[in-house]
C-alpha cells in the first residue's frame, strides 16, 4: 500500500465498504447501451457517453431524468416547467424500457478496472469484512459482481434501493456498518466521487478515493479525503 492511505487513516479498521460504478467496474459503455436502447424505444435522439459520464452516481431515477432532460431540451428545445413536466411524462415508459434493456445486457459493455481484484485479494487477505454498496438499484448490482467475478469477496451488498436514502446521505453507509456489525470509524469508504466522501465524512466512516472514476464530471482530488489511490492494487 502506498504510504498516502494508510498513514492518513485511524487504525486499525475492521471493515471496507466499496462503491460499485467508477471504482470496482467501469460500466460506462453499459449505461451507454441501456441508455440508448430505452431511448430508441421512445423514438428519441441517442445520448453519447461523453454526457452520460456526468450524469451516473446519483442513482437510475437520477440519471434517466438527467438523459431525458438533456436530449429532449437538445432536440426539442424543452426549458424549465414543460421540460420538467414531459420528463416525467416519459419517465415510467423509460423507466420500463431502461430497467429490461439493463438486465439484458447487464455487464457485456462493462470492464473491472486494472488492479481490483488484486486490491480486493489484498483486503480479504487483511481479515477485513468487505460490503459493496452502490446507488445502482440492487437488482443490477448483484447480477453485474457475479458477472464479473467479484460477488465472492462481498458479505452484503446494498443498493441505491436497500435504504430510504441514498448516498450523499449516511443513511446508506451507517446501515452497512450495522449490518457489518462494525464501528463507522474503523470501517473505511472506497469511492471515486464526491457522493461516496460526503456520505462517509457525515457517517464518521475514513474515505479513500479512486481518482480513475466518474466524480460527476469534476476533478477527484479537490474532494477531500483520506487518501487518494490511482489503483486498488496500491492496497495490496
Ligand atoms: O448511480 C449509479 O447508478 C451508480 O453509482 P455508484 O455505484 O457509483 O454508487
Ligand atoms: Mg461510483
Redesign the pocket.
Known sequence: MQPSALASTPLPLDAVIL?????MVD?LGD?AQALNRMLADLTLAPVAPELIVNM?????E??LRSVLGQVLSSTQGLQGDALTERVSALFPAAWDRYQAHYLDINGQFAQVYPGVVAGLEALRQRGLALAC?????LA??RPLLEAKGLSGYFSHVFG?DSFER??PDPQPLLGACAALGTAPARTVMV???S??AQAARAAGCPVWLVTY??NHGQPIRAVAADAFLDSLAELA
Open positions: 462503491d460499485l460504478d467508477g471504482t460500466t449505461f451516473v452516481g446519483k442513482g437510475s437520477h440519471l454498496l452502490t446507488n445502482k438499484p443490477f448490482a441505491g441514498k448516498k469511492g471515486d466521487s457522493n461516496d472514476g466518474y
